[in-house]
């Protein structure tokens, strides 16, 4: 029954920024934790960013640490990942999730979380 989409990917140079939206319907948006995932072929889902029920603690992967950041609108049920100082090794595929409780583990994976975006694609290239 919940429902997340995604949005906001695209193409974008080295340096440059993009901000990912997900939106979430279908159930009671402020009693879950969301996280961001990102993959690519031949690799395993990765953690991103995590995000708790209120928007009062947050947590992300070594790799993005100090470029992504990560909010909520709960009025709106939408979470962001603003993502600045893009590098090609961001390149993938982006999954928002939900998790039904409201916070975050420290480790993220995806056996934490319980539904699932489409997904968007994030291309950092010259």
């Known amino acids: 029954q919940l429902q997340l989409v995604e949005s906001g990917g695209g193409l974008v140079q080295p340096g440059g920024s993009l901000r990912l939206s997900c939106v979430v319907s279908g159930a009671a948006f402020h009693y879950y934790a969301i996280g961001w995932f990102r993959q690519v072929p031949g690799k395993e889902r990765e953690g991103v960013s995590c995000i708790s029920s209120g928007g009062s603690s947050s947590n992300y992967g070594d790799s993005v640490k100090g470029r992504f950041t990560i909010s909520r609108d709960n009025a709106k049920n939408t979470v962001f990942l603003q993502m600045n100082s893009l590098k090609p090794e961001d390149t993938a595929v982006y999954y928002c999730?939900?998790?039904?409780?409201?916070?975050?583990?420290?480790?993220?994976?995806?056996?934490?979380?319980?539904?699932w975006g489409q997904g968007t694609q994030v291309t950092v290239s010259s």
């Open positions: 999730a939900a998790r039904a409780l409201t916070g975050c583990m420290s480790r993220m994976s995806p056996l934490q979380f319980d539904a």
